[in-house]
């Protein structure tokens, strides 16, 4: 299995109480998902993150940026089961 690319889609300004205006990581979050090693935990992180989404608000832009970066890298897009 390919590996999950990480959320992050390169934008890394974190003014929303700490969290990115891109994909809602926070910096620990962002060094978090990089020390998941298997696929199973890192889809698990990215359902995280959804729900994070969802409860922040405002961004849905994340969705189509990351299948993006999925298209690109040639890996299936964890979230085309959502």
């Not at 978090?32 to 989404?53: G, N, S, T, W």
Request: hydrophobic fraction near 35%; glycine fraction near 4%; include cysteine.
């Amino acid at each position: 299995m390919a590996k999950i690319p990480s959320p992050c889609v390169d934008v890394c300004k974190y003014k929303r109480q700490g969290h990115c205006i891109a994909c809602s990581m926070t910096k620990a979050q962002k060094s978090l998902f990089k020390e998941l090693k298997k696929p199973k935990h890192q889809q698990a992180y990215i359902d995280m993150l959804v729900l994070q989404q969802e409860r922040l608000g405002k961004f849905d832009h994340w969705h189509d940026a990351y299948a993006k970066k999925c298209r690109k890298k040639g890996v299936k897009n964890p979230l085309a089961k959502m």
